[in-house]
């Protein structure tokens, strides 16, 4: 039983992650979508809030879950009997950032291995921030995630349409 973690912060999910999950659920029999509680940044949507939309645009495939952690992932990894994990690459920049995280948790849980999606073209530019702050001024972010997100949004910005 092949089971891996998509660990991110989902601060909304995006149709950047969807694509991820979605190609990654066709690679692993299990995967874990999990959300990383950080004390140390203030998100806008709490992390019930995320957990839910998160739940609700990943209904369709049967073998996604979908958890909050605390703490070091890989810690999260074994406790979840996980051997992999999942990381979408954007972009060059996004590179350097993610080979240090994968050798350091690599040194420090040699078990537990990274495999890494480029993103789809059509999503390369796609950030959650990116998201949050075109919402911020009220612009349709209807392309960038799913319905239950845009509604969601529009809510917390108390954006009339
Ligand atoms: P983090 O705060 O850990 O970067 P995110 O929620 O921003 O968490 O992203 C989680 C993962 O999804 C990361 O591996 C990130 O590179 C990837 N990701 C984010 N946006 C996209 C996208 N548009 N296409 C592909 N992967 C993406």
Request: aromatic fraction near 10%.
């Given at each position: 039983m092949k089971r891996a973690i998509y660990p991110?912060?989902?601060d909304?999910?995006?149709?950047?992650?969807?694509?991820i999950i979605e190609r990654s659920s066709r690679i692993?029999?299990?995967l874990i979508v999990g959300i990383l509680v950080n004390n140390s940044k203030q998100p806008l949507f709490s992390v019930s809030?995320?957990?839910e939309m998160i739940k609700?645009?990943?209904?369709h495939m049967n073998n996604v879950k979908v958890m909050s952690f605390h703490g070091l992932l890989v810690d999260f990894a074994r406790a979840q009997d996980a051997s992999f994990l999942v990381r979408g690459l954007r972009a060059v920049t996004d590179f350097e950032y993610e080979?240090?995280?994968?050798?350091?948790n690599k040194v420090i849980a040699s078990d537990i291995d990274t495999i890494f999606l480029t993103t789809s073209l059509k999503y390369s530019y796609l950030?959650?921030?990116m998201v949050r702050e075109l919402a911020s001024f009220g612009a349709d972010i209807s392309r960038f995630v799913p319905e239950n997100v845009t509604r969601k949004i529009?809510?917390?910005?108390?954006?009339?349409?």
């Amino acid at each position: 039983m092949k089971r891996a973690i998509y660990p991110g912060t989902f601060d909304p999910i995006t149709y950047g992650h969807l694509d991820i999950i979605e190609r990654s659920s066709r690679i692993f029999d299990e995967l874990i979508v999990g959300i990383l509680v950080n004390n140390s940044k203030q998100p806008l949507f709490s992390v019930s809030e995320r957990e839910e939309m998160i739940k609700e645009a990943v209904a369709h495939m049967n073998n996604v879950k979908v958890m909050s952690f605390h703490g070091l992932l890989v810690d999260f990894a074994r406790a979840q009997d996980a051997s992999f994990l999942v990381r979408g690459l954007r972009a060059v920049t996004d590179f350097e950032y993610e080979l240090q995280m994968t050798q350091t948790n690599k040194v420090i849980a040699s078990d537990i291995d990274t495999i890494f999606l480029t993103t789809s073209l059509k999503y390369s530019y796609l950030s959650s921030s990116m998201v949050r702050e075109l919402a911020s001024f009220g612009a349709d972010i209807s392309r960038f995630v799913p319905e239950n997100v845009t509604r969601k949004i529009k809510d917390k910005y108390k954006v009339e349409n």
